[in-house]
T-cell receptor, first 113, second 111 residues
Framework: DTEVTQTPKHLVMGMTNKKSLKCEQH?????MYWYKQKAKKPPELMFV???????INESVPSRFSPECPNSSLLNLHLHALQPEDSALYLC????????????FGEGSRLTVL | QKEVEQNSGPLSVPEGAIASLNCTYS??????FFWYRQYSGKSPELIMF????GDKEDGRFTAQLNKASQYVSLLIRDSQPSDSATYLC???????????FGQGTELSVKP
């Protein structure tokens, strides 16, 4: 069982909707990540939070808004998405920053109609 | 441009054989190297990491790193059908870098 929990597992939304993806870890990790993955492609980094502060934003469109309420929680707020934003959104955590030893959640499968 | 190159496959091997997955990278500043396994419809899972030149063994898996030639490989001995997955090579640079993934190699182990 994964120790990084993502909800919801599946989400269908219209282009005018506002929704949020949630991620939680209880491993005491200090860095948390959002990745986007399209079919047959590797994960693409979106955001990194280190010690609850945004440390990397990979020039992601503003319709994606991350939030880290505390060291265990990570949210991704979605607004006015496009159909091309349909993908698997993966949350990950790591013990510290700038390490490649990531623990991924099971992902949230997003479909934008 | 910092890149990680992998043969996308699919790589097909018979059960019990050795599967060899290779990865090359362009930046000599790369310091840490990782292999992730991703089953279809699942999330990536870290299976090996290697930081120093040479071999690192963990059960049926051996990671090999050659920094002079800028390649890293993963050997899977006694391959099983349950090893069928996409294997992602990834690396991180020395100074506050992000994890960069290769395109992944799809491995199919035939019974």
């Amino acid at each position: 069982d994964t120790e990084v929990t993502q909800t919801p597992k599946h989400l269908v939304m219209g282009m005018t909707n506002k929704k949020s993806l949630k991620c939680e870890q209880h491993m005491g990790h200090r860095a948390m990540y959002w990745y986007k993955q399209k079919a047959k492609k590797p994960p693409e980094l979106m955001f990194v939070y280190s010690y609850e502060k945004l440390s990397i934003n990979e020039s992601v469109p503003s319709r994606f808004s991350p939030e880290c309420p505390n060291s265990s929680l990570l949210n991704l707020h979605l607004h006015a998405l496009q159909p091309e934003d349909s993908a698997l959104y993966l949350c990950a955590s790591s013990p510290g920053s700038y390490t490649g030893e990531l623990f991924f959640g099971e992902g949230s499968r997003l479909t934008v109609l | 441009q910092k890149e990680v190159e992998q043969n996308s496959g699919p790589l097909s091997v018979p059960e019990g054989a050795i599967a060899s997955l290779n990865c090359t990278y362009s930046d000599r500043g790369s310091q840490s190297f990782f292999w992730y396994r991703q089953y279809s419809g699942k999330s990536p899972e870290l299976i090996m990491f290697i930081y120093s030149n040479g071999d690192k063994e963990d059960g049926r898996f051996t990671a090999q790193l050659n920094k002079a030639s800028q390649y890293v490989s993963l050997l899977i001995r006694d391959s099983q059908p349950s090893d069928s997955a996409t294997y992602l090579c990834a690396l991180i640079y020395n100074q506050g870098g992000k994890l960069i993934f290769g395109q992944g190699t799809e491995l199919s182990v035939k019974p």
